[in-house]
C-alpha cells in the first residue's frame, strides 16, 4: 500500500508558497511522488493542509533525503509563521 504525509502550516504569504511549490514542479520535482493536493483550511486563518501521496513508506524517505528536498523544505519553513507540523501515514485501506 502506499504512504500519505501531510503537511499542516500556517502562512501569511500564501501567494510567495504557491510560487515556491510551482518553481518546484518547473524543476520537475519530487519525482517519487503519486500525488498532491493543496488546500486552504476554511476552520484556521492562514491555516493550510498538504497532502503528500507516496508509493511507498520507502520512496517517501528517499525523496525526504533529497538535496532539492531538503532545500525546498527550508525555504518553505522559511515562509511559514509556525514551524509546519508532519503527519506520517502508512495506508491500510483505499476505495479510491
Known sequence: MSFI???EYETDKPEAMQALSD???D???PTRIT???ATKNLDK???YVTIVEFPSYEEAMENSKSPD???YASRMAAL???PPRFTNLD???DLS
Do not use: K, L
Request: net charge negative; glycine share 8%.
Open 45 to 47: 486563518p492562514n491555516g
Open 80 to 82: 511559514c509563521t509556525s
Open 35 to 37: 500525488r498532491v493536493a
Open 23 to 25: 518553481e518546484m514542479e
Open 69 to 71: 528536498t531538503q532545500e
Open 5 to 7: 504525509q501531510i503537511i
Open 27 to 29: 524543476a520537475g520535482m
Open 91 to 93: 495506508v491500510i485501506r
